[in-house]
């Protein structure tokens, strides 16, 4: 078994995993995402779960976060890398490239985002730093040898499954926002609560609402910045993978 896991959100579709097993876990939460899927990425393998199903039903609002993080847990993962599909605000960071974001902002509302359930367990984690530290400098190591990859920025977590209207988008960017996706919280608070080395890799697949020519991307457009994005990442995903199963 890996200690590095890998949530894969909606690009899921434009790569080309090498299953090498798969494992149905029941957690207390209920049922993860998919099953978690031991993945061979050149001659390491990391332990997978497909963020929205694995026939991409499952919208970001509705996704078992408690159980993902969980099921990845239970399996042993210890670093944990989330490969999510975001909007850009950044004229730095261009739809079809990727970046490793420092911080968030978090507005989503409603969604089970604690392990802690009024019991005895009550524990208020430091979340100063929501992404870990040496992850996101192991993921940078690796990604820089690639010329498509942006060292920081801010995610701004939205609701959805909506997109954003252009005023939201001017309040996220106030805010510090340089990116906006829905699906980093709770997932990044709950890796936290079970003290998971987690980061993200954001790849952007279109400007968000307002940005760029104004519209939010047509369909055929996205699918061209995703599949530059998973182009982009493929060049390093097997260093990273490598680099963070021999670290542990
Ligand atoms: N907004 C929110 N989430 C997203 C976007 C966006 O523009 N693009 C991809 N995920």
């Known amino acids: 078994m890996s200690a590095v896991g890998l ?14 097993s798969r494992s149905q876990t029941k957690t ?3 049922l993860p995402s998919s099953p978690v899927l031991e993945v ?15 026939t991409s039903n499952i919208p970001p609002h509705m996704v078992n ?38 911080q968030l ?5 409603g969604r089970e985002h604690s ?23 192991q993921l940078i190591s690796v990604a820089k040898l690639s010329d498509c ?3 920081s920025g801010v995610y701004g977590v939205t609701q959805g499954p909506r997109l954003e209207t252009a005023s939201e988008i001017d309040r996220l960017e106030k805010d510090g926002c340089t990116m906006v996706g829905m699906t980093a919280m709770p997932e990044a608070g709950l890796a936290k609560e079970l003290n998971m080395s987690y980061a993200i890799c954001a790849m952007a697949v279109n400007f968000a609402a307002g940005r760029g020519d104004g519209t939010v991307g047509i369909h055929n ?7 530059k994005a998973t182009g982009c990442l493929s060049r390093f995903i097997n260093p990273l993978i490598a680099m963070l199963d021999k670290s542990y």
């Open 7 to 20: 949530i894969i959100g909606s690009i899921h579709d434009n790569l080309v995993l090498d299953i090498k």
């Open 28 to 30: 207390p939460f209920g």
């Open 40 to 54: 061979a990425f050149g001659n390491h393998k990391a332990l997978c779960i497909l963020r929205h199903g694995e």
């Open 65 to 102: 976060y408690r159980a993902n993080i969980w099921a990845l847990r239970e399996h042993g993962v210890r670093f944990c890398i989330a490969l999510s599909a975001v909007g850009t605000l950044d004229p730095n960071f261009l739809p079809g490239e990727l970046a490793s974001p420092e």
């Open 105 to 109: 902002v978090d507005y989503t509302w």
């Open 115 to 137: 392990f802690c359930n009024g019991g005895t367990d009550l524990r208020h984690v430091d979340f100063t730093c929501p992404f870990d530290k040496s992850l996101r400098e």
């Open 149 to 151: 990859f942006l060292q």
């Open 221 to 227: 457009q996205i699918e061209r910045y995703i599949s």
